[in-house]
């Protein structure tokens, strides 16, 4: 597939099919992952790749979560249900590749830059995974940069996690979206 044909037809795609994804094609979605652009190349990413229990590790997290924002004393049967409620948001599709950021202790590196870097790598990730004719969706929200995730994933110091992808083969075929056109968003400056 053109990347300029990847780039206008992937969307997210939340619901997809339980089916396995073989492991050549993990790897390929991978490795796409580590050719993202990186000041200094420091290559700031981790991976993590959860697939059938194993995504049990980030329901997991989800459930550790909701548990610290529910605020109140819970019963140990509503514990019990809210842990349940959240860690089937894991089980949404058949594959899950956590994704978080490292950032390097050089001084000519903007931890900012090594964010830019991991979602690079996210982009990547997911315009591969669409040439393959997989469905994709990049999760993140309040739960993806709670410390209890950070800790479920054992993050340390400046790591931080900065989103899930959750890969499938679609349900459906998605809809097409509209942009708005790049004159409208553009100041050409030429002297």
């Not at 019963?75 to 949404?92: D, G, I, Y």
């Not at 410390?147 to 790591?159: C, D, N, V």
Request: hydrophobic share 45%; aromatic share 8%; charged share 25%.
């Amino acid at each position: 597939m053109d990347v300029k044909e990847a780039i206008r037809q992937r969307r997210s795609i939340g619901k997809v099919k339980q089916d396995p994804i073989a492991r050549e094609l993990i790897e390929e979605i991978l490795e796409a992952g580590v050719w993202a652009p990186n000041h200094a190349h420091t290559e700031p990413w981790r991976f993590w790749v959860m697939t059938g229990e194993g995504r049990g590790l980030l329901g997991r997290g989800y459930a550790e979560v909701a548990v610290a924002n529910a605020g109140a004393e819970l019963s140990a049967e509503e514990e019990a249900q809210l842990r349940a409620v959240h860690e089937k948001k894991a089980f949404r599709a058949p594959l899950v590749i956590a994704v978080a950021v490292t950032p390097a202790e050089k001084p000519v590196v903007p931890v900012i830059e090594e964010y830019a870097a991991a979602h690079c790598a996210v982009q990547n990730m997911m315009l591969t995974a669409h040439a393959m004719g997989l469905g994709t969706i990049w999760r993140t929200g309040d739960p993806t940069y709670h410390p209890k995730m950070q800790e479920t994933f054992g993050l340390a110091g400046k790591e931080e996690m900065v989103g899930f992808i959750y890969i499938g083969y679609p349900e459906a075929v998605p809809t097409k979206a509209e942009r708005i056109p790049f004159a409208q968003k553009t100041i050409w400056v030429s002297e």
